[in-house]
Structures are given as structure tokens and as C-alpha cells.
């Protein structure tokens, strides 16, 4: 597996020059041996959210209104010339005018270029109205509609992968949907900032909790997690860093040294993930469902 770091792509200069730095991170990763690379939130864009516009149609630059195009076509291309699969996080923008729908999107692409699945991020963090007192807005709210797909799993490289995007992993459900699933191999890209602007309160813990909250979904599902930032300045933004590689046991294998693009490529035997799946987290043993009512009546 290969997670790529991404520095921000901040001024924004276009498509381009981004998905050339995809690109040669996808070239390493294949020469390192990874079979998969995955990519952040949003990858192909500033993390916009934090602007206010009166119109959602003057952000629609930040969307992708097809999935391949000749924009990121070279990512589908180089994929399957060398045969490698990736996750590509992006903002995805569907029909016109009233009628338009916005989603904060993943997919999954196959070693032969094909789009193998897709996920659309649940778990919107912050506001959809204007908020003068804060340094910079955090708008997923007013950009996104929840997504509409779930948490799927997918038959893919040897094993049963699932996808989740950004906040959605600070969540144990997003992981135990899927682990429900048999997911051995959780795929995640984040837009963390340093500081959240609402509450300050525990911007110390920041990196703590974004470990905190992939090792905990790794080990109680028994999954494997591979997570990765966006990272570094990004206008009024600073995103942390510390995308990592997470083994079934909660432990993490690999942790992104700078607030740059890097590349983390670690083993990861999927048939770790049946460890405890077998053993103290063999769900159909010792899950006591009778007592989780309240989890899905509130
Ligand atoms: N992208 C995303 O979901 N980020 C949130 C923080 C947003 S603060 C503007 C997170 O949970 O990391």
C-alpha cells in the first residue's frame, strides 16, 4: 500500500500541475511495489469549504462534472500502463441549476484504470451559514449534501476494502458499518486544519486525536487503515500532517515524517486483518446486539 501526502495545492493554479505530482508519486509508489496509492480529500483542489460565496455556482470550478476527465484522464491511463489501483478524493458536482447535486467523493480505481467503486462522505463537520466571527469559515455544510451511498466494501486487491473520507473517521460507526461487512482494508484521505475555528479548546490534541481515531476504527474492526493528508498552508489554513499506515492491531506501521508530499509504502498482509476477527473481535461470537438498541434508535 502507498499513501501520498499532498502539500496543499495553495495558490491554485489548475488541475494540472496537481495531478503531475500524482502522477510521480504514482510512478514511486509502483517502483516501491505498491499495488494501491492512495490519495487525500479533495485532492484535486484548495480545501475551498472554508470561503463564503453567495452562489454555490461560483465554486463549481472546485467540482468534477465527470468522473474520468481529461483533466485527471492521466491518473486512469497511468494506472492501468502500470498497473496500480488508486483512491482519489474530489468534489463531485451532478446535474445543472436547481436540480445540481454536490458531493465530497471517493472512488476506488482498479489496476486496469476502471472505477471499481465509489463513496460519498456521511460525516459533514461544521456549518452551512456565514460565520463573521470566525477566522475562516467551515462551510462542508453548504458545499455537500450528506452522501448517499453508505459505507460499501468492495472484493479488490485480494481482499474486502471500504472507503471513508475525512471526519467520517473520527466516528466508530463509519468503521463498524463496514467491519460488519468484513472490511479488511479501510481507505481514508483528510483535510484536517491545525485549529478549528469554532473551538479552539483542543487544537493541542489535534494530532493525537487524528491517530486516536484511525487506530481505535483499525483494531476494534480488525482492518487495516490507510490515511492520508492533505497538508501544510492552504490559504488561511494550516493542515496537519501525519498520514499513516495502521495495522490491524491498532498499531501504526508508518507515519508521514514532514508537512510535504510523501510517500508511505508499507506491507500489508490483508490476511492480518483475520487476526482478530477470529479472536476477540469475532463479531458473531461476542457482539451483544440486544444491548446496542439505542445506537440505531437515536
Ligand atoms: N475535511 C474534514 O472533514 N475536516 C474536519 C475538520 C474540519 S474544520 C474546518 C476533520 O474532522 O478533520
Given amino acids: 500500500m502507498a499513501a501520498a501526502q499532498m502539500a496543499a495545492a495553495s495558490p491554485y493554479t489548475g488541475r494540472k500541475p496537481v495531478v503531475d505530482r500524482m502522477l510521480a508519486m504514482m510512478r514511486e509508489a509502483k517502483a516501491r511495489g505498491a499495488d494501491v496509492i492512495v490519495y487525500p480529500e479533495l485532492a484535486l483542489t484548495p480545501f475551498f469549504i472554508m470561503h463564503w460565496v453567495d452562489d454555490l455556482a461560483e465554486a463549481d470550478v472546485y467540482y468534477e462534472k465527470a468522473m474520468p476527465n481529461p483533466d485527471v484522464q492521466p491518473l486512469f491511463d497511468e ?5 496500480i489501483g488508486f483512491y482519489l478524493g474530489y468534489a463531485e458536482l451532478i446535474g445543472q441549476g436547481e436540480g445540481a447535486k454536490r458531493f465530497n467523493t471517493a472512488i476506488l480505481v482498479g489496476k486496469t484504470g476502471e472505477i471499481i467503486g465509489k463513496y460519498r462522505k456521511v460525516h459533514l463537520p461544521g456549518h ?38 475525512c471526519n467520517d473517521r473520527r466516528w466508530p460507526e463509519t ?33 493525537f486525536h487524528n491517530h486516536l481515531s484511525v487506530q481505535a476504527g483499525a483494531y476494534q474492526n480488525s482492518s487495516w487503515v490507510v490515511s492520508v493528508a492533505k497538508t501544510g498552508r492552504d490559504g488561511p489554513l494550516d493542515l496537519i500532517g501525519g498520514s499513516c499506515i495502521v495495522s490491524p492491531g491498532g498499531e501504526i506501521v508508518m507515519t508521514a515524517q514532514t508537512r510535504e508530499d510523501e ?27 440486544e444491548h446496542y438498541r439505542a445506537i440505531c434508535d437515536q
Fill in 79 to 83: 494506472a492501468r500502463a502500470l498497473g
Fill in 175 to 207: 468503521y463498524r458499518v463496514m467491519g460488519l461487512q468484513g472490511v479488511e482494508l479501510v481507505m481514508v484521505g483528510y483535510n484536517t486544519p491545525t485549529s478549528v475555528p469554532w473551538d479552539t479548546t483542543f487544537d493541542h490534541l489535534t494530532e
Fill in 263 to 289: 510517500l508511505l509504502v508499507a506491507a500489508c498482509d490483508l490476511d492480518l486483518a483475520q487476526k482478530y476477527k477470529r479472536s476477540v473481535f469475532d463479531f458473531s461470537q461476542h457482539r451483544r446486539t
Fill in 128 to 165: 452551512a451559514d456565514y460565520r463573521p466571527e470566525l477566522p475562516f469559515q467551515g462551510l462542508e455544510k453548504l458545499y455537500f449534501e450528506v452522501g448517499d451511498t453508505g459505507f460499501g466494501t468492495w472484493q479488490a486487491f485480494g481482499g474486502v476494502v471500504g472507503m471513508c473520507i
